[in-house]
């Protein structure tokens, strides 16, 4: 049980152009969905918190109009990037907080990520 | 002060000894705790959570935890090559963020 979903696990785009990601829990209803973005030899940062049904709450510092998020249902939440730049190029990963029976109530369970390369 | 610290290591043991990671964090609200292991490229799993000052033994992983101290380690025991990853920490603050620290690379040689 517990498992998130991310499409597609890597892309590469053109400068200018936008690219959507796609997060899903499969077997769980996610009350809330987080994005995160890991550059190289660093650690996982947080981008925003997204509610279903609710405008997400972006970390400062992150470009919310950049950076859209659509959390439509309790099992997807969408990333765009718009724009994309080549200093956007990241490993973006999703994560699902669902309070599954029997465990933490604020465990969160990742995707597999998506690897964005931007051109 | 960073929110959640770990040496970034590499941390070197051979196989079969006894792996220790350390995490200190910042914000004495913070309730729970959660040691993630990342694999080069992969996104990180879930190792252990603790929320409760002490000892918690999960195979052989333990997590310890002391919240006057603002201190949370990981043991490894009888350490295997396939631990070999890096070892994020994770501290869930008063405000319900799950804030990661930069993370401990381990290396278990044979």
């Known amino acids: 049980g517990a498992v998130v979903s991310q499409h597609p696990s890597w892309v590469i785009c053109k400068s200018g152009t936008s690219v959507k990601i796609e997060c899903r829990s499969l077997?769980?209803?996610?009350?809330?969905m987080f994005w995160y973005r890991q550059f190289p030899k660093q650690s996982l940062m947080l981008m925003a918190t997204s509610n279903e049904g609710s405008k997400a709450t972006y970390e400062q510092g992150v470009e919310k109009d950049k950076f859209l998020i659509n959390h439509a249902s309790l099992t997807l939440s969408t990333l765009t990037v718009t724009s994309a730049h080549p200093e956007d190029s990241s490993f973006y990963i999703c994560?699902?907080?669902?309070?599954?029976?029997?465990?933490?109530?604020?465990?969160?369970?990742f995707g597999p990520g998506t690897r964005l390369t931007v051109t | 002060q960073k929110e959640v610290e770990q040496n970034s290591g590499p941390l070197s043991v051979p196989e079969g000894a006894i792996a220790s990671l350390n995490c200190t964090y910042s914000?004495?609200?913070?309730?729970?705790f959660f040691w993630y292991r990342q694999y080069s490229g992969k996104s990180p799993e879930l190792i252990m959570f603790?929320?409760?000052?002490g000892d918690k033994e999960d195979g052989r992983f333990t997590a310890q935890l002391n919240k006057a101290s603002q201190y949370v380690s990981l043991l490894i025991r009888d350490s295997q090559p396939s631990d070999s990853a890096t070892y994020l920490c994770a501290v869930n603050m008063a405000t319900d963020k799950l804030i990661f620290g930069t993370g401990t690379r381990l290396q278990v040689f044979p």
């Open positions: 077997d769980f209803q996610a009350t809330t």
């Open positions: 603790i929320y409760s000052n």
């Open positions: 994560s699902a907080r669902g309070g599954l029976a029997g465990r933490p109530w604020n465990e969160q369970y």
């Open positions: 914000d004495r609200g913070s309730q729970s």
